[in-house]
């Protein structure tokens, strides 16, 4: 039970990510982190700052621009008893790696028959905005999560952050940890301490009988702005924040669509061939006859992320579209669905739709 | 290790003039790029390339049109010193329509295959295989084309640039590598990514021919090139260009950096000294090729240039939200 | 139409791999052969035996071992005129390339607004059996197919592979041509010339109310093996060769499970976030209150493949497995099942399960 | 390029022995693999090592037991010379429970980390990093082993070796890279893949030391070997070891292929009559520390050993079907 000085905790995502890894090098003289900048004045976006002065660089290690000959490195030094953190400030750049990933990372372990273990985690940043274009903004959790041997983690709170890349820390096994960028300035209670949790899937964080929505990282917070503004309109829906997108625990959704009849699924990435087709697959399978109307998909549409915001509109699942989406689902009338996409646009329109916030002025 | 010295006669100072003339043009546009960016116009990051202009202009100043370069992040110098249209290159940092890729690439993305830049791209050393490939297509072709391949130092570490050198060296493409070491991967210096050995052997491991160049010299640079790229057309293969370098301002973005702790203010200042754009000059004031009064005349006729470029891009229409999902396929 | 003579040329489909190779090399002096082995005596499975001696080694080039740069080095060549064919011996050797095949390859017409293109045939081939193992028999025309801007060919028979192998290389388009090494042993009527055939997506190869099945591949075969089975017991299934995963053309198969109201899927590749999850997901939002029952997803489970041979039994569908699921989805009587997959396993117990053929004796 | 020649004592010659008696095992049991493949009870692909045995035998006699090798898919040689378990070695090319990988991996995957032999892999180049990493973990650790990487000429083309050479040599990381030039990656000749200079120009490339020796001669590859050793336990970085051999069998399986077209039978004798084995072998007998009759007695003590490794693979049990999904995560 967390208590009251704990709940009082406020810290941004990137905070909670910084507390995270100090606390593992603290308490384990073997893990150690590596990733292009995590020594430099910017810190990964702020998650590795002060890090190098406290644990030196042995620990804190800076890396050449190799993102596939480094993983391979970590994965030795893990076969070895060491703990790597190796940090990507893009998901994109870890493709270079996916060799050494799916290959190496992903099945020592089975394939040695137990005898090897490959404790790394390798945190990804998913990029979005201020013309991150084409190879700068991919959210390829789909990839991952199609490999078995893999963990895959998307949090989409401070509190897990912390909880769930400590845990991702203290697992056997190879855990892709995908941040989304924006994730990183949002603000929340984070239990103080070392407070591992597992990897343990799906959390309800809204509750209603009139549809489930299913998404991850930033996906589940316009999610659960979806559900807040529909609730206001008289429509409660259940949401759900995977977490942990493999291994897959699909039972707690199963149980909610049998009771909504309605799903949503929201794609952090491409839709088609997205880790979405896996939940409807999954439901299709298990529950189809609750299946009231056909389920619901969004995600990012069939092209690559253009670069100018002209063509941005409409592009990235929102809340809005999410509320219309899951309010039909439920049955509400179009001045229930009217009111509550309409507060969610007027909130929208606040910020620019290729910034996270209202006080993001670039670079990157 | 310090790079060949070249001497030069006054004949090939005279020829400086319009490359002097050039790199004041780059540096011009990037300092109002830097400028401008606050207000918010420019939506995408911005790799500006102040401090290393002479490599741009003296590299391409040896390449014909035709020849095809291929680039990085940092691509505005590559792109305009190959003759990229400046209204093209402002519109396409606007995000608008009439960008050169249409407002999709952003900064990182000049494409310009009419002007000679075949691509640039925003993944380190990803492009370098891409130029090692328009060579083996010109050779294939039988067209007398030269590629050339501009890359950082840091692409040096990825595996891909081996991978590309060992292929260009073993079929003997006309292709030219021109690494700028400014000593920097974004703020990891050379140091703590690299052993200490001369940049030059990277090329020689794979049997291509390598020199070192003071990049900050267009003199020497056009020198070492204009030979490479003979070489290059005689089919006698690839060649290395290493040109050490500084870049002035942040890694990415309008601002200088030096407070921020990865580098020292001295060693900035040792660099600042040592500015292509101020040594071409001197050199040519000294010559007596140049003077104020030309100089204020180049400043104005570039600004006009500029203001038109920024009213273009500012002018021009943003690419229609129905076309986002057009152009996936050919 | 073809005439008598055609249809009775019987080749094997690596014979006509080879034969398309050599009509698009004969046809367009752009066009070349780039792979490891592509020049040896072996010539790739003998899908490239001969090419060098007529084309010479400037047009069939021997290849480096380096997946990434080539495959750059190819895209580059397209940019200025050429038409690359590059070969891998194993799909898994591309993940070494997937950086440049999913960010160059596949965005670099959409991000040139249309200026540039990539005219790039990617073939790789699956390996299965005789103790393949981890690395060299994964199927991940997933990973391939989720990728805007490339198209994913999985051809079954030899026509096909002549045809879309044709198709592709006109395409002006990144391709990647996904050939299962147990399909090169595969006989069947070729026609003669250049017969190029559009990448236009699923083939009905059989046809029935009973049950709709859904398959690529190998296991297209396995799936025309099931129907097959279960017509001689009495029940008909339409059964769909996908041919093309992306571009995505469902509309077929829509029509068929509306009438038969029964779907079964088949994976070449791992079950979980697979492609037959699209499938499934595309039917369940087009025709959901057509399924009579859950549709069905048969895939490999969720661990990587053993070598050893004793691990695989029932690791790949098979033909009994695919009649059992698809009987059951169309209403057969348990005796109908029966017989099918009895007959289908008699058929199937001549070979060894690591053999494509009985005269297959390694080494690879 | 001729490696440097070695001179020996007899005193150390006597230290060959049991070396010798190492690799004409490794010969032996190579061999008898071949034999019997076509019995089609090894179901999984075999890269034999036959002509190779010196490089295997002379570099682990310079490591401990805890020392830990990785290796690529011709990973039989140094499985048994790094004192893998041959039982484990051969149930694992059939397939059995009792395999160094329970079956799972094949004569690909031989893993033992006991022996030192940290794993082998069947991607080229895929294990490089693997061995610098343990490199880089004994380091941090503190611990004293030394990492070594076998790779073969193949694997020199893939730039993940070049990414882990840069790391190795600048963090200075106890770890020897061997590499094995058997002039073939599969069927292709080196000719053909790279262009002409010295190998060991790719390691210096990185600041890495280099040593060219002569692949067939066991003696050679101990001296240069335990220097190198030597050098990586005091801190001094890691070495490059470029060893000329040749391949006496096909690619992959158990045959001769000499006549298949891509190489010459000419070729193949000039270098059969360099065989590891036998050259050791006449050095040893003029010393008179060898003769006919030790090696009779030899021959049927591995052939004991080798007919009881094939008896005890074929008597393990498979592994049992329901354990196929088991061990995915630890
Ligand atoms: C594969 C990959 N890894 C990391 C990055 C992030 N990144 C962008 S620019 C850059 C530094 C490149 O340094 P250098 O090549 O020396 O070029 P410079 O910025 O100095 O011009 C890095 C690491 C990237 N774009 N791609
Ligand atoms: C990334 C990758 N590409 C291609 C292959 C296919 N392949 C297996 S062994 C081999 C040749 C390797 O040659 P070399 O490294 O010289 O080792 P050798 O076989 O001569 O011992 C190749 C190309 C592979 N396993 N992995
Ligand atoms: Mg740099
Ligand atoms: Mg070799």
């Known amino acids: 039970m967390p208590d009251a000085s704990q709940t009082e905790r406020i810290l941004t995502a990137a905070e909670a990510i910084l507390e995270a890894q100090d606390l593992a ?125 893999l963990k895959v983690v998307m949090p989409a709170t401070p509190a897990d952050c912390k909880g769930l890349l400590l845990g991702a820390i203290e697992d056997g096994n190879p855990v892709v940890f995908i941040e989304h960028r924006w994730i990183h300035y949002v603000k929340g209670t984070v239990p103080a301490g070392y407070t591992p949790l597992p990897l343990d899937g799906p959390r309800r964080i809204a509750e209603g009988d009139g549809a489930t929505i299913v998404a991850t990282s930033l996906m589940a917070i316009e999610a659960r702005l979806a559900a807040e503004a529909l609730a206001e309109a008289g429509v409660k829906c259940d949401v759900f924040d995977m977490r942990v997108l493999r291994p897959l625990r699909t039972e707690p959704i199963i149980e909610s669509v049998r009771r909504t009849g309605g799903l949503v699924v929201i794609d952090s990435g491409w839709k088609t061939g997205g880790f979405g087709a896996e939940i409807v697959a999954r439901i299709a399978e298990s529950c189809l006859g609750d299946l009231r109307a056909p389920p619901v998909r969004l995600g990012l549409p069939d092209h690559p992320t253009p670069s100018t915001r002209a063509l941005m509109e409409g592009f990235y699942p929102s809340s809005d579209a999410i509320a219309a989406a899951a309010g039909k689902l439920a049955g509400a009338s179009a001045a229930q669905i009217d009111r509550a996409v309409s507060a969610l646009r007027q909130q929208r329109a606040k910020v620019s739709i290729d910034q996270p916030n209202p006080a993001f002025a670039g670079p990157f | ?231 290059a057309r005689n089919s006698e293969g690839p060649s290395f260009l290493l040109a050490d370098t500084y870049r002035w301002l942040e890694h990415c973005g309008p601002n200088y950096d030096n ?34 009064a030309r100089e204020d005349t180049l400043t104005a006729r570039i600004q006009t240039e500029i203001d038109a470029a920024f009213r273009f891009a500012e002018d021009s229409p943003f690419p229609e939200l129905r076309t986002a999902a057009e152009g996936v396929y050919a």
Chains 1, 3 share one sequence.
């Open chain 1, 25 to 149: 090098l603290a308490r384990d003289p073997n893990v150690y982190l590596m990733g292009e900048g995590v020594c430099d004045p910017k810190g990964i976006f702020g998650t590795t700052s002060g890090l190098v002065e406290k644990y030196g660089p042995q620990r804190i290690v800076e890396m050449p621009v190799a993102e596939n000959g480094l993983t391979g490195i970590a994965i030795g030094s893990a076969l070895v008893g060491m703990r790597p953190i190796m940090i990507h400030q893009r998901v994109d750049f870890a493709l270079l790696a996916l060799e050494q990933i799916f290959n190496n990372a992903a099945k020592t372990h089975y394939v040695s028959s137990g005898k090897h273990r490959v404790p790394l985690v390798i945190r990804m940043i998913v990029g979005r905005g201020w013309g991150q274009g084409p190879a700068h903004s991919q959210s390829l959790e789909a990839i991952f999560s199609h490999i078995p041997g």
């Open chain 2, 1 to 231: 290790m310090t790079p060949n010295p070249i001497t030069e006669s006054h004949a090939r100072l005279e020829e400086l003039v319009p490359l002097y003339s050039a790199m004041r043009r780059i540096r011009q546009i990037e300092l109002e790029i830097a400028k401008r960016y606050a207000e918010q116009k420019m939506r995408c990051p911005v790799h500006l390339s102040i401090g290393q202009e002479a490599i741009a202009v003296g590299v391409c100043a040896a390449l014909k049109r035709t020849d095809q370069a291929v680039s990085t992040h940092r691509c505005h110098a590559h792109y305009l010193a190959k003759g990229g249209d400046l209204n093209a290159m402002i519109a396409e940092l606007y995000g608008k329509s009439t960008g050169c890729c249409g407002g999709r690439g952003g900064s990182m993305h000049l494409f310009d295959t009419g002007a000679g830049l075949l691509l640039s791209l925003p993944i380190v050393a990803s492009s370098i295989p891409i130029g090692v490939g328009a060579a083996f297509g010109f050779a294939r072709r039988g067209e007398p084309h030269v590629a050339v391949v501009f890359l950082g130092d840091a692409s040096l570490e990825e595996g891909v640039w081996h991978e590309s050198a060992n292929f260009a060296a073993r079929h003997k493409l006309p292709v030219i590598f021109v690494c700028e070491n400014n000593l920097y991967s974004v703020y990891t210096h050379l140091d703590d990514r690299q052993p200490s050995r001369p940049l030059t052997k990277l090329a020689e491991a794979h049997g291509i021919r390598a020199q070192h160049v003071d990049g900050n010299d267009l003199s020497a640079l056009l020198h070492v090139m204009s030979e490479m790229v003979d070489q």
């Open chain 2, 259 to 292: 407070h921020i702790g990865y580098r020292t203010e001295d060693e900035f200042n040792a660099w600042r000294i040592r500015c292509p754009v101020e040594r071409l000059r001197n050199k040519l004031e000294k010559s007596g090729l140049w003077n104020a």
